[in-house]
């Protein structure tokens, strides 16, 4: 019995991605109300950067924020998924082990880095499955 529900629901495992799309559309809803367009915020993670020692921090600060945005948009609807995937991984793989990591940030600060983080090598890794512009639906 529990191996014909299990063979069901294998039918619908091209589809399991769309369920973790979502995820970065709810990341992207997240992040344009709370502000990320606005300058003060390029500003205040241009302060973030310049502690950590980045060279030119308001450009990297400005590329970051449009990369994840973008990034966003991108593996949401599905269209070149692995390449949107790459600025993801660095951007958040950059934010665990440059920002969190040193300032001593534990999994409850850190975990929607983290997820975002996997989600990005998962999506690199697999591509963006079967409804997505990559597939043509």
């Given at each position: 019995m529990i191996f014909k529900m299990l063979d069901k629901l294998n039918s619908f495992k091209d589809y399991a991605s769309v369920v973790l799309r979502l995820v970065f559309l709810y990341y992207l809803?997240?992040?344009?109300?709370?502000?990320?367009?606005?300058?003060?915020?390029?500003?205040?993670?241009?302060?973030n950067l310049t502690g950590l020692g980045f060279p030119i921090p308001l450009f990297f600060s400005y590329l970051g924020i449009w990369s994840v945005v973008i990034g966003y948009?991108?593996?949401?609807i599905g269209y070149k998924a692995r390449l949107a995937a790459i600025p993801l991984i660095i951007?958040?793989?950059?934010?665990?082990?440059?920002?969190?990591?040193?300032?001593?940030?534990?999994?409850?600060?850190?975990?929607?880095?983290?997820?975002?983080?996997?989600?990005s090598?998962?999506?690199?890794?697999?591509?963006?499955?079967?409804?997505?512009v990559d597939e043509s639906f």
């Open positions: 809803f997240t992040s344009i109300s709370s502000g990320i367009y606005k300058p003060s915020y390029a500003d205040k993670f241009a302060e948009l991108l593996l949401v951007y958040f793989g950059v934010a665990i082990f440059v920002f969190h990591v040193p300032e001593g940030h534990g999994v409850k600060e850190s975990f929607s880095a983290i997820i975002l983080f996997i989600l090598i998962f999506f690199f890794i697999n591509g963006p499955g079967k409804p997505s």
